[in-house]
């Protein structure tokens, strides 16, 4: 993909992936959620969730699956909120955007 | 990195988490057995392929944690850390180290079982003795040291945990400093004897033994020549 995909919006995609899962969701799954809209490589989408763990937006546990506990992830009140924001934000952003390109003459 | 199966690299990712705190390594590591776990191990080739070396994925973890340590170079993100792990280099010097101390531990036992009777044997045919006097003596000259080094040790002992005994149980405490202060005195005393034995006596039996030794030697040749 020639475009960056910044901390932001990274952060925004990863909340909106696990908020879909209202019984939250696990890391394999998270990753190959985003990977259908981004390029993103595995080594980075870990930091991402442990920071938006630490910033309450995302709360952990252990639920048992096939006989081992699996990490789950679930979206929490203050990280709805900041999804919201983060939504808000991309669809003003993005449809300014798209605005300029649907202008362009070639 | 493709032949690197999934256990070597949790067990290298582990090795290179270790600097971090406690909590950060277990929680990674839990995430990456998971995402192994979940990828089945026909997926594990493709995973492992996904996710890069180790240090690959600890670096991106630790970029949390020292971003005051590493510096912004045109590659990206860099800590000098990621480059070479010091501890490998550690860990090679401490085994060389313990290795060279085993050697002369092993020397030293050696010399002890093996050689020492054979040199007793021959002190104690040299000045008439017998062997078992010999070895009365080479104990009493080892004990003294032993009990020396002992009592200074267990003096020292007495004395620290007899002075803050004091504050617990003040009786209690003056007994044991003051068997402390008795364990340093046989301590000093052995001391001074041990210095006249190690540093006097011995060397002048030894030299005499040499002498002897040179002796028969000298014999010894002068006997071939005839």
């Known amino acids: 993909m020639v475009f960056n995909t ?5 952060d925004a995609i990863v909340l909106a992936v696990v908020s879909t899962e209202a019984e939250g969701t696990y890391g394999y799954k998270i990753t190959h959620d985003v990977r259908q809209a981004i390029a ?5 989408l870990y930091p991402v969730l442990r920071r938006l763990q630490k910033e ?9 699956f096939a006989g081992r506990n699996r990490r789950y992830y679930k ?3 203050k990280g709805r909120a900041q999804l919201r924001l983060y939504r808000e934000e991309w669809i003003s952003y993005s449809s300014k ?10 | 990195m ?30 990456y057995r998971d995402y192994f776990d979940d990828a089945g191990p026909e997926h594990e080739t493709e995973a492992l392929r996904e996710l890069g070396s180790p240090r690959k994925v600890a670096a991106a973890v630790m970029v ?20 070479e792990p010091p501890k490998e280099v550690i860990v090679v010097e401490d085994r060389e180290e313990r290795q060279r101390k085993w050697i002369k531990i092993g020397i030293a036992a050696f010399f002890v079982l093996f050689i020492l009777p054979g040199i007793l044997r021959i002190i104690g045919k040299l000045f008439g003795f017998s062997l078992n006097f010999a070895l009365a003596v ?5 004990g003294i040291g032993v009990c020396t080094v002992v009592s200074m040790i267990a003096g020292v002992a007495g004395v620290v945990v007899g002075f803050f005994l004091l504050f617990w149980m003040p009786m209690r405490g003056l007994m044991v400093l003051g068997l402390g202060f008795t364990l340093l005195g046989i301590g000093f005393l052995g001391n001074v004897l041990s210095m006249r034995f190690y540093g006097k006596w011995l060397p002048a039996l030894l030299h005499a033994a040499s002498e002897q030794v040179g002796k028969l030697s000298r014999k010894r040749r002068g006997g071939a020549e005839e």
């Open chain 1, 40 to 44: 993103v490589s595995e080594s980075t």
């Open chain 1, 97 to 106: 955007i798209t605005r300029i390109f649907s202008e362009v003459k070639c």
């Open chain 1, 6 to 10: 910044g901390a932001a919006l990274l």
């Open chain 2, 64 to 83: 949390q944690f020292e971003e005051e340590d590493g510096e912004f170079t045109e590659k990206g993100f860099a800590n000098p850390r990621w480059e």
């Open chain 1, 56 to 64: 309450e937006c995302l709360e952990a546990y252990d639920r048992e």
């Open chain 1, 75 to 77: 979206i929490t009140d």
């Open chain 2, 138 to 142: 080479v104990v009493l000259l080892i």
């Open chain 2, 2 to 31: 493709l032949s690197m199966k999934r256990d070597e690299f949790l067990s290298e990712l582990e090795r290179l988490l270790s600097g971090l705190p406690q909590q950060e390594q277990e929680e990674t590591m839990q995430y």
